[in-house]
């Protein structure tokens, strides 16, 4: 219908694979992916919910679990406290559009956040709470980006193959007087999500 020869048209579906586009079942063709979601998670400090609407998305939260830990030496230092000291741990798989799209790990200093113990960690943003609640200002966060592999239980968790692509992020926020608030360990889904960067170059504009 084109006047292309099989080969031609061949290479461009391996291409558009590559690229992301589009991808191959085994047994049952080739098919359309769906737009990954352009996150801003390291351009803006913000919560979930609130990134997720502003895409026209609907985000959901599981409360896989929430525990009191004693800290080893990553949080503690992380969170600049001693070793051995209590946090709160929380486990959340958060969804857009009732797709999971991230699994995050939590840990927070027990002394300042015990009282998120009993709010409703579905229903309420993290943040939020701190904020509105507790009365604590968050300036702003690090963050660390790593590719991983998804092990059985992200995988099993994110709905992907074990073994596929998962971007992996360390976070500390920090309050206003540079006091650490929160350590989060995040995984998202490499296939349906994409991070954007912005750089400037010194003394130009």
Do not use: W
């Amino acid at each position: 219908h084109f006047e292309i020869s099989r080969p031609t048209v061949r290479q461009a579906i391996n291409e558009l694979v590559v690229e992301g586009y589009l991808y191959r079942k085994k047994a049952k063709g080739t098919f359309v992916s769906k737009p990954k979601i352009k996150q801003d998670f390291l351009l803006i400090l913000d919560s979930f919910d609130n990134e997720m609407r502003k895409k026209g998305l609907i985000p959901s939260t599981r409360l896989l679990n929430i525990e009191t830990v004693k800290s080893d030496e990553k949080v503690s230092g992380a969170l600049n406290i001693p070793l051995g000291s209590k946090v709160i741990k929380l486990t959340r798989l958060r969804f857009a559009n009732n797709e999971p799209i991230v699994l995050v790990v939590t840990y927070l200093p027990y002394n300042k956040c015990m009282g998120i113990m009993s709010k409703d960690l579905e229903k309420e943003s993290m943040y939020d709470i701190l904020e509105n609640d507790f009365g604590y200002r968050i300036a702003g966060a690090s963050r660390t980006l790593e590719s991983i592999v998804a092990g059985e239980y992200e995988a099993k968790l994110l709905d992907i193959k074990k073994g596929a692509p998962i971007q992996y992020f360390e976070s500390i926020a920090y309050l206003i007087d540079n006091t650490p608030i929160e350590y989060s360990l995040a995984k998202y889904r490499g296939d349906r999500n994409k991070f954007t960067f912005e750089l400037k170059r010194n003394g130009h504009y």
